[in-house]
């Protein structure tokens, strides 16, 4: 099975790029997906957050405060780095889960969609790396635009994140997002019938 990992800046369009190889047929395991099952209401990781970072970014109805969490570990680094500790080995371990059931399961491609994929060393669970491109100030328009952001909020954000010269170089194959979208979408057919056929189990 051949497991390629998508990742790109934040706003960059990923989820774009996900849906388009969606409809082309890929498998998905999205870690951001993840990430949220993991910290569904009662959860181990969600008692953790809240022992960790205070009973404040819980709501009511025991729901983790993600807008809330974010602000505090975006401008935070100390704070980002405990929730990567927490976070970062139990959704690795449920990305392995995942990729044992699809090669069980006898697919031949799967896509991982892993906005930190080298931040969080999953790079040596994929064979393949194909990175978004975005110059970044259409990523901070697409980010305060998006998540109701001021410029010195996206900054942060954008901050946290490898850059994305870090990012190209790693990559095997890029999709250059700064075109329209159908531009992006021929690139993504494309890199789709590549690999059609190539994957092993």
Not at 61 to 68: D, V
Request: hydrophobic share 40%; charged share 25%; aromatic share 2%.
């Amino acid at each position: 099975m051949k497991v390629i990992g998508l990742t790109g800046g934040i706003a960059s369009g990923k989820s774009m790029v996900a849906g388009r190889l969606m409809q082309l047929g890929a498998q998905i395991i999205d870690a951001d997906v993840i990430a949220r099952q993991l910290t569904e209401p009662g959860s181990e990781a969600l008692q953790e957050i809240r022992r960790i970072f205070g009973s404040q970014y819980l709501d009511e109805q025991g729901h983790l405060r993600r807008k809330a969490l974010g602000s505090l570990i975006f401008s935070d680094s100390s704070q980002r780095e405990k929730l990567d500790e927490l976070m970062g080995p139990r959704i690795r371990q449920e990305i392995c889960r995942q990729l044992m059931q699809a090669s069980l399961e006898g697919a031949a491609v799967l896509i991982l969609v892993a906005p930190l994929l080298l931040e969080a060393g999953l790079e040596d669970l994929v064979d393949e790396i194909w990175v978004v491109a975005l110059d970044r100030e259409s990523q901070i328009k697409r980010l305060m635009q998006r998540d109701q952001l001021t410029e010195a909020q996206a900054q942060e954000r954008l901050a946290s994140q490898s850059s994305l010269a870090e990012k190209l170089g790693k990559a095997t194959r890029v999709i250059d997002n700064r075109g329209d979208l159908l531009a992006a979408e021929q690139q993504i057919d494309a890199l789709w019938k590549g690999v059609q056929g190539h994957g092993s189990n």
